[in-house]
């Protein structure tokens, strides 16, 4: 008879390695707190790795805005379309459409864009911070952003978001199709209309850059053990974290930052938040098949394109179809076969396919605080397509309540309890 393992005795566990995960392990090892992290993967193996590597302190607007809600019949007459929703999932995430499409009423999508726009603020500051204070500058591309639209009436649909950036002080330039060239050379004369977002930032390589974070976080102590969490408990303020091998881990706090796989253990301690998955597909070309000057992003196709080191990447839409259903990566091969449309004298060739899973609130905010029954746990995650933009401030979120600090941003908007109060 095989004997019990003892528990693991903890300062603080952190579930998933992904960049929300690291960037919180970084800012609690450098705080002197004793964290170890659980991932099955390692370190941004998964999601993380395939981000696009936009840094989108600009995007404040919900997906419910009004642009995105027209599209949205559109969109899912094609199967390899922005948004798609295999049949056979339809009723199980039809709770969650009915929870996204009330996110768009008024009253509730102001308070949205509000918590959005203090969350986007407060993450181009940590990044900066974190960025230099360990001399990562290198990894940082200042370049922008250009949006495009086909047609002058898809460029005045978005007036409204606008609208609301300028309200924000978010900087962008309206440019007409003379003046698009002059920006990014190369591209179809189909574009008429596009507008530049120069506050928009992206990185070179960002799994690269998750595993910088990550060193730095080991040097203050930080450890990793490549485990699945397999389930948690908490008995007299005591949380345990039982993983794969057998092993348990005893721990005063718990940070669960598991994206895409957070759900069941929010429930374990009676949160049961909304969480879906958005499974997203990306093709990396060689970086030498076109000459790309900024992220170029598609709004009316919902995906776009952006340099990295490692090569040129495409991707983006929605495929609302759980963590379970295999790839489809026919959704790629339509995002690069537009892309080639887009930028004729693009090289196709060479491409690797991806799929992963963005955590995927409905109201596109993600869940942060302490849990409602178990003070001691905290949430970090359903940051949907923000993961990355939004991990250094997450990390200095978790940090100051840890630490019982002055929090530097209202997290009403943010609770797990949210759609239980409506």
């Known amino acids: 008879m095989q004997s019990r393992r003892p528990s693991q005795d903890c300062e603080v566990v952190i579930i998933g390695g992904g960049i929300i995960g690291i960037c919180i392990a970084a800012y609690l090892a450098e705080s002197g707190k004793r964290v170890l992290v659980l991932d099955r993967s390692g370190i941004c193996e998964e999601t ?39 049949p056979s999932y339809l009723p199980r995430i039809l709770p969650w459409l009915r929870r996204f499409l009330n996110a768009g009423r008024a009253e509730y999508f102001e308070a949205a864009v509000s918590a959005q726009a203090s969350m986007m603020a407060l993450a181009e500051r940590e990044w900066m911070s974190l960025i230099g204070r360990l001399g990562l500058k290198d990894m940082l591309r200042e370049d922008g952003c250009l949006e495009l639209y086909e047609t002058e009436e898809e460029f005045q649909a978005g007036e409204e978001s606008w609208k609301l950036r300028r309200r924000f002080h978010i900087p962008f330039q309206h440019l007409t199709g003379d003046e698009i060239a002059g920006y990014q050379p190369g591209l179809s004369k189909r574009f008429v209309r596009a507008t530049f977002l120069p506050s928009w930032k992206t990185v ?22 490549p485990l699945s969490a397999d389930n948690v408990t908490c008995e007299a303020g005591k949380i345990t974290v039982a993983a794969s091998n057998g092993e348990k881990f005893s721990c005063n706090t718990l940070i669960i930052a ?89 090289k196709t060739s060479g491409g690797r396919q991806w799929m992963g899973y963005r955590p995927s609130m409905p109201d596109s905010l993600p869940v942060l605080g302490r849990s409602r029954r178990e003070p001691c746990v905290l949430y970090a995650f359903g940051h949907g397509h923000f993961g990355l933009t939004q991990a250094a401030a997450t990390g200095r979120i978790i940090r100051d309540i840890l630490l019982e600090r002055p929090l530097p941003i209202d997290l009403s908007p943010f609770a797990a309890s949210r759609f239980r109060r409506r």
């Not at 696009?52 to 379309?81: K, Y």
């Not at 949160?271 to 998955?277: A, F, G, I, K, S």
């Open 258 to 346: 598991a994206g895409a796989w957070s759900r069941p253990f929010a429930a374990a301690f009676g949160d049961r938040v909304p969480l879906e998955t958005e499974r997203g597909y990306t093709t990396t070309l060689p970086a030498d098949s076109f000459d790309l000057r900024h992220q170029l992003v598609f709004p009316r196709h919902g995906f776009g394109i952006t340099p990295l080191e490692t090569g040129l990447r495409i991707g983006g839409a929605v495929e609302l179809g759980g963590l379970k259903r295999p790839p489809n990566f026919a959704r790629s091969r339509a995002m690069l076969d537009k892309a080639s449309r887009f930028l004729p004298g693009l």
């Open 48 to 86: 993380s790795a395939g981000s696009a590597g936009a840094l989108a302190f600009s995007d404040i607007l919900p997906v419910t805005h009004q642009n995105v809600l027209s599209e949205i019949p559109h969109w899912l007459r094609d199967p390899l379309g922005p948004l798609s929703i295999p």
């Open 204 to 225: 070179s390589d960002p799994q690269r850059l998750g595993h910088a974070i990550w060193a730095h976080a080991e040097v203050h102590g930080a450890r990793l053990m």
